[in-house]
């Protein structure tokens, strides 16, 4: 019963103060008698999630796609280049600053030199572009978890010979582990951030961020809203994922949490 009123009491606050805050925003809106293309009421932006909820599935579907892509593909490329980053100093030195140069790239111009790389109408761009991204948050967290390992640890490993490799296996990445699920979850965000944002400047029209760019030039501000909030609950869902996965690889913190 404490374990359920515990759960209760973490998920309570923030519904409640969304409800509130929708509440809130539909009395500003007609208290001020703001015009719908300015800011719409929230019951004016649920209509037009009715009416266009195939369009906008459709649509987070494919944004949601390249988004997963694009976390996977900048995730696997972050862990191995931490890996040897870790394990060759010269390498540390040459990547670390490259990738925090990377990261100072804004979407707004990565994604019209990816797309004349790759092609206009080609996916591959949208997901090197999330890949980018997502690189540097989990290359940093992992590689982190990696170096940061307590002394004591590496010298009982010396004191038994191991080799570098065992050291890397038993001590080094159950270190870097909750560093990495980290960086997953910052990642997971941007991830969807990304997919949306790179939308707006060409390629395919089948995503949450051309539409509202379509929306948008038609004056259907409710309507561009509706896919505002698809792409927000994408971002929420992608996060989620990550909390389950941390969840689901770290049992551990999961006895600790019961345990308080």
């Known amino acids: 019963m404490s374990r359920l009123r515990a759960r209760v009491a973490a998920v309570a606050p923030p519904i409640i103060w969304g409800a509130l ?52 593909i900048g995730a696997l490329l972050a862990v191995a280049l931490a890996l040897v980053a870790q394990r060759f100093r010269v390498m540390r030195e040459l990547i670390a600053p490259l990738s925090a140069a990377a990261n100072t790239m804004p979407i707004v111009a990565l994604g019209p030199i990816f797309y004349n790389i790759f092609g206009t109408t080609s996916l591959t761009a949208r997901r090197m572009v999330v890949a980018l991204v997502v690189f540097f948050p989990v290359f940093v967290n992992m590689l982190k978890g990696l170096t940061q390992v307590d002394p004591v640890h ?26 990495l699920l980290t960086g997953l979850r910052i990642g997971a965000s941007l991830a969807v951030i990304a997919a949306v944002v790179v939308e707006y400047f060409g390629g395919l029209q089948n995503g ?18 509706a896919y505002i909030a698809a792409a927000c609950i994408l971002g929420l869902l992608f996060y989620l994922s990550a909390l389950i996965i941390e969840w689901i690889v770290m049992p551990w913190q999961r006895r600790r949490s019961q345990a308080r």
Not at 30 to 38: A, E, G, L, T, Y
Not at 208 to 225: D, H, I, N
């Open 21 to 72: 805050f929708l509440v809130a925003w539909e009395r500003f809106v007609v208290w001020r008698n703001i015009k719908p293309f300015v800011l719409p009421q929230p019951s004016r932006i649920w209509d037009q999630w009715k009416i266009n909820k195939t369009g906008i599935l459709a649509t987070a579907k494919a944004t949601g796609a390249n988004a997963l892509w694009g976390l996977v």
């Open 154 to 179: 590496e010298e009982l490993m010396a004191s038994y010979a191991a080799s570098p490799l065992q050291i890397l296996r038993q001590v080094r990445l159950p270190n870097a582990l909750p560093f």
């Open 208 to 225: 949450l961020g051309s539409r509202v760019t379509s929306a948008m030039k038609q004056s259907a501000t409710a309507k561009a809203w």
